[in-house]
Nanobody
C-alpha cells in the first residue's frame, strides 16, 4: 500500500511564508512526477507546481516567482516553499505523485490535503 502524507499548512498573514512537505511511504519502487494542487471553496482543483524525477519544474502563472517546488528522491518527499503569500492563495493544498509499486504497477496517488489560510 502507498500513502502520501502532507504537513506544514496553517494560518499565515499576507506577505508571510509557509513550507509544505509531502512524504511517500509504503510499497514504493519509484516515483516519477510529483506535484502540488490546490482547491479553494467553490473552485476547481488547480495545479500549483510540478516537478519531474530529474528536477524539471512547472508553475502556475499565479505563483511564479513566489513558490518553489523541490524534492528529495532519497526520502520520497516533495516540498513547496511558499513566499509572499496572498489571501487568494488560501485553499486546501494536495500532494500528487505518479508512483510505481513493488509489483511494478503504476498509479496516481493523492495526499489527504492540508489547509493553508492567508489572512490578517
Amino acid at each position: 500500500q502507498v500513502q502520501l502524507v502532507e504537513s506544514g499548512g496553517g494560518l499565515v498573514q499576507p506577505g508571510g511564508s509557509l513550507r509544505l512537505s509531502c512524504a511517500g511511504s509504503g510499497s514504493i519502487f519509484s516515483i516519477n512526477a510529483m506535484g502540488w494542487y490546490r482547491q479553494a471553496p467553490g473552485k476547481q482543483r488547480e495545479l500549483v507546481a510540478s516537478i519531474t524525477k530529474g528536477g524539471s519544474t512547472n508553475y502556475a502563472d499565479s505563483v511564479k516567482g513566489r513558490f518553489t517546488i523541490s524534492r528529495d528522491n532519497a526520502k520520497n518527499t516533495v516540498y513547496l516553499q511558499m513566499n509572499s503569500l496572498k489571501p487568494e492563495d488560501t485553499a486546501v493544498y494536495y500532494c500528487n505523485a505518479n508512483i510505481m509499486n513493488f509489483s511494478l504497477a503504476r498509479g496516481n496517488y493523492w495526499g489527504q490535503g492540508t489547509q493553508v489560510t492567508v489572512s490578517s
